[in-house]
C-alpha cells in the first residue's frame, strides 16, 4: 500500500424514490426556514414544485441559472437573496443551478440543499467553476459543499435521453481522471471504479428503456460516486481542457466532455497503463479511450466537437489557453500533442 492522504467531506446524503417529499424536514434540520429555491427557466416547474412543498418556508423562485455560472447571472440572484432575506438556498436541476447556489453560498455563507436531476456530480464537490469576461476559472473551498444532498431517482426519469448520456459521460470522466490523480488514495479509486461501472452498466438500458428503475437508480449512484471523486481529489488534462473549450467557446458543458474524454484518456494512456487497464475493466471493453468513444457513439452522443458548435479556427486559442498555466498531468502538457488531441476531438476520430 501506497502512502496517501484522504479528506472526507461534511455533507449530508439522502438517497432513494421520492425523497423530494422531505425537503422541508430537512430545511428545519438546518434551523432554517426561509429556503430560496433555484433552477434553470427550462425546470422552472420543478421549482415551483420544490417551493410548494416548502409552503410557508419558500420565499420565492430564481429561473435565471445558466450554464458555467456566469458572475453576472449571480450578481442578479444575489439581489433576489438580499430582497427576499433568504437564509437557505435550495437548487433543484443539474449543474449549471448548483454552480449558481454554490455562487450564492460563497458570496453569502448560506446553506445549501441540492437536488440533482443530472448526472453532473458537481453536488458532491467543494469545487466552483465562474464565467467573467469569457474566461472560466475554478476553486476548492469548503465555503461551496452544500450541507445537503437530495438524490430522488424518480426526478432523473423524465431527464431526456441524450442528457442523460452526455451527463453520465460528464460523470465518468470525474471518475477516471481521479484514478490517476496525484491525489488518488484506495477509498475514491474503489469508489471511482465502482461509479464507472455502474453508469456503464445504465447508459445502454436507459437508451432503450429510460424509465427502468434499477438502472436509473444505479446511473445516479454512479453520478454520487464519481461526483465524490471530484470532490476529493485534483482533476488533470481532460477537465482543463473541458473548462477551456465550455468558458471560452461557450461549448455545452456535459456534450464537451463526452467529446473530449476518449481523446484525453488516449493522451495519458502511455503514462497510465494500470490505470487505463482498471478503466477498461469497469467498462468491460478491452481499451480504455476507445470503449469510451464507443459508449458515447453507440448511444447518440455527440462524438466531434465540430457539432457542438466549436469551429476549427478557434483550436489555435483553445491550445495557447490550456497550456498558458501549469497545471499537474500524468503526461507532460506538450503544445503540439495538445493540438492534435483537440484537432482528433473536433473532427471526431476514434482514439
Not at 457539432?307 to 503544445?335: K, Q, T
Amino acid at each position: 500500500m501506497k502512502p496517501f492522504v484522504y479528506n472526507a467531506l461534511p455533507s449530508r446524503v439522502i438517497f432513494g424514490s421520492n425523497t423530494l417529499y422531505q425537503i422541508k424536514d430537512e430545511l428545519r434540520l438546518l434551523g432554517k426556514n426561509r429556503g430560496l429555491v433555484l433552477s434553470t427557466a427550462g425546470q422552472h416547474k420543478a421549482a415551483s414544485q420544490v417551493s410548494n412543498l416548502l409552503g410557508e418556508f419558500s420565499v420565492g423562485c430564481f429561473n435565471g441559472a445558466v450554464m458555467h455560472t456566469p458572475i453576472t447571472v449571480t450578481n442578479d440572484a444575489l439581489k433576489i437573496v438580499m430582497e427576499t432575506k433568504a437564509d437557505c438556498i435550495i437548487a433543484i436541476g443539474g449543474g449549471s443551478t448548483i454552480g449558481l447556489a454554490k455562487a450564492i453560498a460563497l458570496n453569502t455563507n448560506l446553506p445549501q440543499i441540492v437536488i440533482p436531476t443530472t448526472y453532473a456530480g458537481s453536488e458532491a464537490t467543494p469545487i466552483i467553476g465562474q464565467t467573467e469576461n469569457g474566461v472560466k476559472t475554478t476553486q476548492r473551498t469548503l465555503k461551496v459543499l452544500p450541507e445537503v444532498i437530495i438524490y430522488d431517482v424518480e426526478l432523473t426519469k423524465t431527464l431526456p435521453v441524450p442528457i442523460t448520456i452526455t451527463s453520465a459521460m460528464n460523470a465518468i470522466a470525474h471518475a477516471i481522471e481521479a484514478l490517476y490523480s496525484k491525489d488518488a488514495n484506495p477509498f475514491i479509486s474503489m469508489l471511482a471504479e465502482q461509479g464507472i461501472e455502474a453508469l456503464a452498466r445504465a447508459i445502454p438500458i436507459i437508451y432503450h428503456s429510460p424509465l427502468d428503475s434499477a438502472a436509473r437508480s444505479d446511473a445516479l449512484f454512479g453520478a454520487w460516486a464519481c461526483g465524490t471523486c471530484l470532490g476529493a481529489v485534483g482533476m488533470s488534462i481532460h477537465h482543463k481542457l473541458c473548462h477551456t473549450l465550455g468558458g471560452s467557446f461557450s461549448l455545452p458543458h456535459a456534450e464537451t466532455h463526452t467529446v473530449i474524454l476518449p481523446h484525453a484518456v488516449a493522451y495519458n494512456e502511455s503514462a497510465t497503463t494500470e490505470v487505463m487497464a482498471r478503466v477498461a475493466k469497469a467498462l468491460g471493453v478491452s481499451n480504455a479511450a476507445q470503449g469510451l468513444y464507443d459508449l458515447a457513439a453507440q448511444h447518440g452522443a455527440p462524438t466531434s466537437l465540430k457539432e457542438i458548435g466549436m469551429n476549427a479556427s478557434d483550436i489555435n486559442l483553445a491550445v495557447e489557453i490550456a497550456c498558458a498555466s501549469p497545471y499537474w498531468n500524468p503526461r507532460p502538457i506538450e503544445a503540439n500533442a495538445i493540438h492534435n488531441l483537440l484537432s482528433n476531438a473536433f473532427y471526431g476520430k476514434r482514439p
